[in-house]
């Protein structure tokens, strides 16, 4: 069974603190790796894609991937309260499979 | 055009009602998907289209019909469904090389 664990929270983190979300993965053949962010009734939005081992950095947003650990992460660096919301870490070999989902909670 | 678009946004039906859900994208994505999605629940792949032919069905009762007319179109048709289906259904799509997949705003369904 390909599974993909995320601690399903909520984080709570101050504003302008950096939120460190963690995602691991079973599937050693995994070659993508997603994150979605996703409002309360809302669809899930891409906001990071990563394919290959270390980071990737996007405005205030970095992927990290650690394909030997099975490992992928998402800092978000000084938080503000618009980012409070799901974030689902996404896995993909031949399909994609979503873990749990973090809820994160930025304190103003 | 980075979009995905759905209608209806919200579906009330009857448990004998016949409905369709309507999905365009025209990103140049060969890859579509449905997924369901139920609340503090991840998205569940539903169906999966590439090269408008179905690849990938993930033991859907068949109450639930997809249909992908063109390269731009997805259709799930709804026919005898249960309370127990209401949900968020979700469309996506990607290139067929990876799976990069944006996703539209969803179809709020809900079944009485």
């Known amino acids: 069974q390909k599974e993909v664990e995320q601690n399903s929270g909520p984080l709570s983190v101050p504003e302008g603190a950096i939120a460190s979300l963690n995602c691991t993965y079973s599937?050693?053949?995994?070659?993508?790796f997603f994150w979605y962010r996703q409002y309360s009734g809302k669809s899930p939005e891409l906001i990071m894609s990563?394919?290959?081992?270390g980071d990737k950095e996007d405005g205030r947003f970095t992927a990290q991937l650690n394909k030997a650990s099975q490992y992928v992460s998402l800092l978000i660096r000084d938080s503000q309260p618009s980012d409070s919301a799901t974030y689902l870490c996404a896995v993909s070999h031949d399909k994609i499979i979503f873990g749990k989902g973090t809820r994160l909670h930025i304190l103003p | 055009d980075t979009e995905v678009t759905q209608t209806p946004k919200h579906l009330v039906m009857g448990m004998t009602n016949k409905k369709s859900l309507k999905c365009e994208q025209h990103?140049?994505?060969?890859?579509m998907y449905w997924y369901k999605q139920k609340a503090k629940k991840p998205p569940e792949l539903m169906f999966v289209?590439?090269?408008?032919?179905?690849?990938i069905n993930e033991s859907v009762p068949s109450r639930f019909s997809p249909e992908c007319p063109n390269s731009s179109l997805l259709n799930l048709h709804l026919h005898a469904l249960q309370p127990e289906d209401s949900a968020l259904y979700l469309c996506?799509?990607?290139?067929?090389?990876?799976?990069?997949?944006?996703f539209g705003p969803g179809t709020r369904l809900t079944v009485l």
């Open positions: 990103m140049g994505h060969r890859a």
């Open positions: 599937d050693r053949g995994s070659q993508s």
């Open positions: 990563i394919y290959s081992n």
């Open positions: 996506a799509s990607s290139q067929v090389a990876n799976n990069e997949q944006f």
């Open positions: 289209y590439s090269y408008e032919k179905l690849s």
